[in-house]
């Protein structure tokens, strides 16, 4: 592939992070093509679905509703849940090692596009129980 591939990349040109929830593709990631300051990319979470409150201990993350309605749970600096419904538009701050979940509350899927800085925490994923691999070819 031309060095300039790499900066361009759809959900479906990547293999794809799956769970019992939903998928991850992640689309900008040192390994996907060389970003270093942090990772990206797209969530899709189907109706009545989410991924369960978990942390990214070191890292921030910026969550941003693509498509779809659901309910984003951030606890604030004392530990407490803070719950509210986002759709479209929403922007989410998960602050550094701050517990957090999603849940799809709609009728459609949630299309999610988030952001890790800095990049790593996308992989402790693989470790978890009902992790699996996507294949790109598999999406088209």
């Known amino acids: 592939m031309p060095d300039t591939d790499r900066y ?3 959900p479906e040109d990547v293999d ?8 991850l593709a992640l689309t900008v990631a040192p390994e996907v093509n060389g970003a270093t300051q942090f990772s ?8 009545g679905q989410g991924h369960a409150r978990h942390n990214h201990p070191g890292a921030e993350e910026i969550i941003f509703i693509l498509e779809g309605r659901g309910e984003q749970m951030v606890e604030d600096e ?12 929403c ?4 602050p550094e090692s701050r ?12 299309r999610i596009f988030l952001v ?20 790109a070819a598999d999406l088209t």
């Open 99 to 110: 517990f957090h979940s999603t849940l799809n509350t709609g009728d459609e899927t949630m």
């Open 16 to 23: 794809n992070f799956g769970f019992d929830w939903g998928r």
């Open 116 to 135: 890790y800085a800095p990049a790593g925490p996308e992989l402790a994923l693989r470790d978890l129980p009902d992790f699996h691999i996507i294949p």
């Open 40 to 47: 990206a990319g797209v969530v899709t979470v189907p109706p």
């Open 78 to 89: 004392t530990g407490t849940p803070v719950t509210r419904e986002v759709g479209p538009g």
């Open 91 to 94: 922007s989410v701050f998960v």
């Open 8 to 10: 361009f990349h759809y």
